[in-house]
Each structure stands twice: as structure tokens, then as C-alpha cells.
């Protein structure tokens, strides 16, 4: 069966961090690209970025360059998303999923909550 399960989010001041985890599961995690999107209230989903199969490449919405950095290790089946400075409009659910050219692995899972707030 496969298997996403986003943790870390949480409540956090603008201008902290977060370290989000995408634990894997039911696939053979190290051929697939890894992506990170997310849905702020009220709106549809976001790209935010993606890392290769092997983690040699990554990509990244202009809002979050330089800011957040996306990894992953293979090993664990895990990927991670960490978000530095945060701001206000980083406010929404997170959620990762596995995917190449044609299709994502998974259906998009639960998320986890992100709120960056004073």
C-alpha cells in the first residue's frame, strides 16, 4: 500500500523556521522525484518544489528561494522540506507526494498544517 504522511507543521512566528518530514512507504522510494506543494485557505494547490530521484537536482517557487530547502534521504524514505523565514503567506497544508514524467504516485494524503502567524 502506498503511503505519504507529512509531519512537522505547526505554529510558528514570522521569521521562524520549520522542518517538515514526508515519510514513504509502499514504493520504491529512490526511483521517484519528490515534490512538495501546498493550499492556502481558501486557494487551490501550489507547487513549492521538487528534488530528483537521486537528489542531485532541486527546484524551487520563486516566493521560497533562498528561504526553504528541500532534501531527502533515501534510506529512510524520507524527504524534507526546510522552511526558513518564515512569513505570513507561507500560512497553509503542506503535503508531498512521489512522482515523474507521467503521474504521482500517491493520492494527495492528509497534510500537515503550517501557520505563520504574530
Known amino acids: 500500500q502506498v503511503q505519504l504522511v507529512e509531519s512537522g507543521g505547526g505554529l510558528v512566528q514570522p521569521g521562524g523556521s520549520l522542518r517538515l518530514s514526508c515519510a514513504a512507504s509502499?514504493?520504491?522510494?529512490?526511483?521517484?522525484?519528490m515534490t512538495w506543494v501546498r493550499q492556502a485557505p481558501g486557494k487551490g494547490l501550489e507547487w513549492v518544489s521538487d528534488i530528483s530521484s537521486s537528489g542531485a537536482s532541486t527546484f524551487y517557487l520563486d516566493s521560497v528561494k533562498g528561504r526553504f530547502t528541500i532534501s531527502r534521504d533515501n534510506a529512510k524514505n524520507t524527504a524534507y522540506l526546510q522552511m526558513n523565514s518564515l512569513k505570513p503567506e507561507d500560512t497553509a497544508v503542506y503535503y508531498c507526494n512521489a512522482g515523474n514524467s507521467r503521474a504521482n504516485v500517491a493520492s494527495w494524503g492528509q497534510g500537515t498544517q503550517v501557520t505563520v502567524s504574530s
Open positions: 509502499g514504493f520504491t522510494f529512490s526511483s521517484y522525484a
